[in-house]
Protein backbone atom coordinates (compact mmCIF):
# COMPACT_ATOMS: atom_id res chain seq x y z
CA UNK A 1 0.00 0.00 0.00
CA UNK A 2 2.56 2.41 1.10
CA UNK A 3 4.51 1.90 -2.53
CA UNK A 4 1.15 2.34 -4.73
CA UNK A 5 0.62 5.77 -2.67
CA UNK A 6 4.09 6.78 -3.38
CA UNK A 7 4.18 5.88 -7.02
CA UNK A 8 0.40 7.13 -7.59
CA UNK A 9 -1.06 9.62 -5.09
CA UNK A 10 2.27 11.19 -4.13
CA UNK A 11 3.20 11.36 -7.59
CA UNK A 12 -0.10 13.37 -8.77
CA UNK A 13 -0.35 15.53 -6.22
CA UNK A 14 3.62 16.71 -7.22
CA UNK A 15 3.02 17.23 -10.75
CA UNK A 16 -0.10 19.19 -10.00
CA UNK A 17 1.52 21.20 -7.33
CA UNK A 18 3.90 22.27 -9.80
CA UNK A 19 1.63 23.08 -12.82
CA UNK A 20 -0.42 25.16 -10.09
CA UNK A 21 2.57 26.96 -9.54
CA UNK A 22 4.03 27.51 -13.66
CA UNK A 23 0.17 28.48 -14.27
CA UNK A 24 1.26 31.58 -11.69
CA UNK A 25 3.60 33.07 -14.18
CA UNK A 26 1.61 33.01 -17.43
CA UNK A 27 0.94 36.43 -18.57
CA UNK A 28 -2.76 36.07 -18.47
CA UNK A 29 -2.58 34.94 -14.82
CA UNK A 30 -0.04 37.32 -13.67
CA UNK A 31 -2.11 40.34 -13.59
CA UNK A 32 -4.68 39.17 -11.94
CA UNK A 33 -4.38 38.87 -8.34
CA UNK A 34 -7.90 37.07 -7.63
CA UNK A 35 -7.15 34.40 -9.79
CA UNK A 36 -2.95 34.34 -8.45
CA UNK A 37 -4.71 33.96 -4.72
CA UNK A 38 -6.72 31.17 -5.47
CA UNK A 39 -3.65 29.34 -7.70
CA UNK A 40 -1.67 30.01 -4.56
CA UNK A 41 -4.45 28.55 -2.18
CA UNK A 42 -4.90 25.23 -4.31
CA UNK A 43 -0.98 24.88 -4.74
CA UNK A 44 -0.96 25.11 -0.83
CA UNK A 45 -2.98 22.62 -0.11
CA UNK A 46 -1.63 20.51 -2.69
CA UNK A 47 1.58 20.81 -0.58
CA UNK A 48 -0.41 20.23 2.71
CA UNK A 49 -1.70 16.95 1.08
CA UNK A 50 1.70 15.61 -0.20
CA UNK A 51 2.77 15.86 3.45
CA UNK A 52 0.02 13.93 4.69
CA UNK A 53 0.52 11.33 2.27
CA UNK A 54 4.40 10.88 3.37
CA UNK A 55 3.58 10.80 6.72
CA UNK A 56 0.81 7.77 5.99
CA UNK A 57 3.73 6.25 4.22
CA UNK A 58 6.00 6.60 7.05
CA UNK A 59 3.07 5.17 9.01
CA UNK A 60 2.70 2.26 7.09
CA UNK A 61 6.19 1.56 6.33
CA UNK A 62 6.44 1.60 10.05
CA UNK A 63 3.93 -1.27 10.63
CA UNK A 64 6.04 -3.40 9.00
CA UNK A 65 8.23 -3.75 12.22
CA UNK A 66 6.48 -5.72 14.35
CA UNK A 67 9.75 -6.03 16.54
CA UNK A 68 9.25 -2.57 17.71
CA UNK A 69 7.65 -1.80 21.03
CA UNK A 70 5.38 1.18 21.03
CA UNK A 71 7.59 3.54 22.21
CA UNK A 72 10.25 2.80 19.42
CA UNK A 73 7.35 3.16 16.82
CA UNK A 74 6.41 6.37 18.12
CA UNK A 75 10.16 7.50 18.23
CA UNK A 76 10.52 6.73 14.88
CA UNK A 77 7.40 8.54 13.76
CA UNK A 78 8.61 11.63 15.78
CA UNK A 79 11.58 11.29 14.30
CA UNK A 80 10.77 11.39 10.71
CA UNK A 81 7.89 14.48 11.45
CA UNK A 82 10.43 16.84 12.72
CA UNK A 83 12.43 16.21 10.26
CA UNK A 84 10.05 16.93 7.69
CA UNK A 85 7.98 19.80 8.96
CA UNK A 86 10.75 21.78 10.37
CA UNK A 87 9.39 21.89 13.97
CA UNK A 88 11.44 20.63 16.65
CA UNK A 89 9.81 17.66 18.08
CA UNK A 90 10.93 15.10 21.09
CA UNK A 91 9.38 12.40 22.61
CA UNK A 92 9.51 12.29 26.24
CA UNK A 93 8.77 8.78 28.45
CA UNK A 94 8.91 7.93 31.63
CA UNK A 95 9.73 4.56 31.13
CA UNK A 96 11.86 2.92 28.49
CA UNK A 97 10.01 -0.68 29.72
CA UNK A 98 7.03 -1.76 27.20
CA UNK A 99 3.69 -0.26 27.51
CA UNK A 100 1.20 -2.53 29.16
CA UNK A 101 -1.91 -1.45 26.33
CA UNK A 102 -3.81 -3.61 23.94
CA UNK A 103 -2.83 -4.17 20.72
CA UNK A 104 -5.89 -2.56 19.64
CA UNK A 105 -4.90 0.88 21.97
CA UNK A 106 -1.46 0.65 20.47
CA UNK A 107 -2.77 1.07 16.98
CA UNK A 108 -5.29 4.10 17.78
CA UNK A 109 -2.64 6.01 19.73
CA UNK A 110 -0.32 5.71 17.34
CA UNK A 111 -3.03 7.36 15.24
CA UNK A 112 -4.30 10.32 17.02
CA UNK A 113 -0.62 11.13 17.91
CA UNK A 114 0.29 11.11 14.06
CA UNK A 115 -3.19 13.67 13.55
CA UNK A 116 -2.04 15.84 16.20
CA UNK A 117 1.20 16.32 15.27
CA UNK A 118 -0.51 17.16 11.71
CA UNK A 119 -2.70 19.48 12.83
CA UNK A 120 0.42 21.20 14.30
CA UNK A 121 2.16 21.42 11.16
CA UNK A 122 -1.10 22.79 9.76
CA UNK A 123 -2.28 24.98 11.53
CA UNK A 124 -0.30 26.12 15.01
CA UNK A 125 2.32 27.92 13.87
CA UNK A 126 4.40 26.25 16.06
CA UNK A 127 8.53 25.88 16.36
CA UNK A 128 8.55 23.57 19.26
CA UNK A 129 6.18 20.50 20.01
CA UNK A 130 6.43 17.11 22.38
CA UNK A 131 4.98 13.71 22.99
CA UNK A 132 4.37 12.86 26.34
CA UNK A 133 4.23 8.95 27.66
CA UNK A 134 3.61 9.09 31.58
CA UNK A 135 2.55 5.56 32.93
CA UNK A 136 0.49 5.62 36.48
CA UNK A 137 -2.32 3.89 38.49
CA UNK A 138 -3.14 1.35 35.74
CA UNK A 139 -3.41 3.99 33.07
CA UNK A 140 -1.11 5.44 30.16
CA UNK A 141 -1.24 8.92 29.41
CA UNK A 142 -0.40 10.18 26.04
CA UNK A 143 0.66 14.40 25.84
CA UNK A 144 1.07 16.14 22.23
CA UNK A 145 1.69 19.65 22.98
CA UNK A 146 2.82 22.47 20.89
CA UNK A 147 3.89 26.28 21.24
CA UNK A 148 1.85 27.87 18.44
CA UNK A 149 -0.90 30.25 18.48
CA UNK A 150 -3.43 27.84 20.25
CA UNK A 151 -7.28 28.61 18.70
CA UNK A 152 -10.92 28.47 20.46
CA UNK A 153 -12.13 24.55 20.71
CA UNK A 154 -15.30 25.73 20.07
CA UNK A 155 -14.87 27.14 16.71
CA UNK A 156 -11.72 24.88 15.30
CA UNK A 157 -9.81 26.06 11.72
CA UNK A 158 -10.34 24.08 8.47
CA UNK A 159 -9.64 20.56 9.13
CA UNK A 160 -9.44 20.54 13.36
CA UNK A 161 -12.99 19.91 13.85
CA UNK A 162 -12.92 16.35 11.68
CA UNK A 163 -9.18 15.40 12.99
CA UNK A 164 -10.54 16.16 16.57
CA UNK A 165 -13.66 14.01 16.24
CA UNK A 166 -11.67 11.45 14.39
CA UNK A 167 -9.23 11.61 17.25
CA UNK A 168 -11.92 11.11 20.01
CA UNK A 169 -13.73 8.43 18.68
CA UNK A 170 -10.00 6.50 18.13
CA UNK A 171 -9.73 7.14 21.77
CA UNK A 172 -13.02 5.97 23.15
CA UNK A 173 -12.83 2.92 20.75
CA UNK A 174 -10.02 1.87 22.82
CA UNK A 175 -11.50 2.43 26.37
CA UNK A 176 -9.85 5.84 26.58
CA UNK A 177 -10.58 9.31 27.20
CA UNK A 178 -9.37 12.57 25.45
CA UNK A 179 -9.32 16.04 26.61
CA UNK A 180 -8.40 18.99 24.81
CA UNK A 181 -6.59 21.76 26.36
CA UNK A 182 -6.48 25.04 24.17
CA UNK A 183 -7.38 28.70 23.45
CA UNK A 184 -6.08 31.13 20.93
CA UNK A 185 -2.96 33.06 21.63
CA UNK A 186 -1.48 30.09 23.64
CA UNK A 187 -0.30 26.45 22.65
CA UNK A 188 -2.36 23.34 22.57
CA UNK A 189 -2.22 20.30 24.18
CA UNK A 190 -4.30 17.04 23.41
CA UNK A 191 -4.78 14.67 26.33
CA UNK A 192 -5.54 10.55 25.99
CA UNK A 193 -5.44 8.67 28.74
CA UNK A 194 -5.67 4.94 27.92
CA UNK A 195 -6.60 1.55 30.45
CA UNK A 196 -3.58 -0.72 31.42
CA UNK A 197 -4.68 -4.11 29.17
CA UNK A 198 -5.96 -6.49 31.03
CA UNK A 199 -4.28 -9.62 32.45
CA UNK A 200 -3.85 -12.00 29.84
CA UNK A 201 -5.52 -15.54 30.58
CA UNK A 202 -3.76 -18.85 31.25
CA UNK A 203 -2.68 -20.25 28.19
CA UNK A 204 -4.44 -17.46 26.01
CA UNK A 205 -1.86 -17.11 22.76
CA UNK A 206 -0.37 -13.88 23.06
CA UNK A 207 -2.09 -10.57 21.11
CA UNK A 208 -0.29 -9.70 17.67
CA UNK A 209 1.24 -6.83 18.27
CA UNK A 210 1.37 -3.64 15.97
CA UNK A 211 1.49 -4.09 11.98
CA UNK A 212 2.21 -7.54 13.38
CA UNK A 213 0.24 -10.07 11.04
CA UNK A 214 -2.97 -12.23 12.88
CA UNK A 215 -2.91 -16.01 11.54
Do not use: W, Y
Not at 163 to 183: F, I, K, P, Q, Y
Request: hydrophobic share 40%; proline share 5%; with cysteine.
Amino acid sequence: IAREMHDSLAQVLAVAHLRLRALETRPSVAGDERVRADIDDLATLCREAQRDVREAIVGLKDAHHPERSLLEHLDAFVSVFSRTSGIRTTLHADTAAELNLSPAAEVQVIRVVQEALANIRKHAGATHAAVRVTTRDGHTEFVVEDDGVGFDPGHPRGSDGFGLVTMRERTESAGGTLHLDAAPGRGTRVVVTLPDAAPARPNAPAPARVGEAVA
